[in-house]
């Protein structure tokens, strides 16, 4: 056998993937819904490759973010969510088209490659937004959350029609950043 035969190049393939999830500090869970490798090797891949940056990279431990209310809660970070979630449309993250019910439920989003796709969007929001209050794991549960459709979907801004992270089923019109802020709202009196 070769060493570049498909199953080598897809067991490096999670491999490296958990290394970058990791790096981005994704609780053990995370990496193993999106590699499939057990709770066991990936806290041996820590150990292995990380002790070095130890100190600087925690292991969260716990659940995963899963309040939808988190990416609502502020202008600042709605907009941030908003910029995320265009990075995460336009890298391929999210489903071009949105099921919806059971069918929703059996696409899965997790795999190695929509995980290296991930990355990619994350690491090019940090570029953007280096002090970005959104964190990995919230911009995993980003995208699931707006993959399902369920709670959360991309919107308009009913002022500007800018692109808006907002509930499924809102309360009242949505308004980006922009729209909403004081001087904005004098401006239109």
Not at 41 to 60: A, F, N, T
Not at 124 to 132: G, H, Q
Request: charged residues 25%; positive net charge; hydrophobic residues 40%.
């Amino acid at each position: 056998m070769r060493i570049c035969d498909d199953r080598y190049s897809r067991e490096r393939a999670r491999m490296e993937l958990a290394l970058r999830f990791l790096r981005h500090e994704a609780r053990t869970q995370t990496i193993r819904a999106w590699t499939g490798l057990s709770d066991d090797r990936i806290r041996k891949l820590y150990r292995s490759y990380m002790s070095h940056v130890r100190r600087e990279l925690p292991r969260h431990r716990g659940k995963s973010p899963h309040q939808v209310a988190y990416f609502t809660r502020s202008l600042r970070v709605q907009e941030e969510s908003a910029l995320l979630a265009s990075m995460l449309s336009l890298l391929g993250v999210l489903p071009a088209a949105h099921p919806t019910g059971a069918l929703a439920e059996a696409l899965p989003l997790a795999s190695v490659r929509r995980g290296e796709l991930l990355c990619q969007a994350f690491e090019a929001f940090r570029l953007l937004l280096p002090a970005a209050q959104i964190s990995f794991e919230h911009a995993v549960f980003l995208a699931g959350a707006l993959a399902r459709g369920d709670q959360l979907r991309l919107g308009d801004c009913g002022g500007c029609g800018s692109l808006m992270v907002t509930e499924r089923f809102p309360l009242r019109l949505a308004r980006c950043v922009h729209c909403a802020s004081p001087q904005q709202a004098r401006s239109h009196a």
